[in-house]
């Protein structure tokens, strides 16, 4: 199971839960720890980075940040001078990520 991360006292956000199967389980370890006003529900989000918060984010992180860390470095500065390029071209809103995602909550006591 995930750990449970948050502040001590009040409500505490549930970490890593990129399914409702974990955040389930997290929800029923937070019941057996005694966390009262459990509330499981969807949220609106939204993140509008820059092209650079973009590219940073990619590079740093996931599946292309592995892929690109595997590259050598001058193909890497090509395809990182590629790709700029590209997103050059886009408008802001192009890389706004607006969805649902899956929110819980629960109360610790005292």
Request: glycine share 10%; hydrophobic share 40%; no cysteine.
């Amino acid at each position: 199971m995930s750990t449970l991360v948050g502040l001590i006292n009040g409500q505490r956000p549930f970490h890593d839960s990129d399914s409702a199967g974990k955040l389930q389980d997290h929800l029923i370890a937070a019941a057996v720890l005694g966390f009262t006003d459990i509330e499981i529900g969807p949220v609106a989000w939204s993140h509008r980075p820059s092209a650079e918060e973009f590219i940073a984010h990619s590079t740093e992180l996931g599946v292309t940040s592995r892929r690109l860390k595997r590259m050598p470095p001058a193909a890497r500065e090509e395809f990182l001078r590629a790709v700029r390029a590209r997103l050059a071209e886009l408008p802001p809103e192009g890389f706004t990520d607006g969805r649902q995602i899956l929110a819980g909550t629960a109360r610790a006591l005292g």
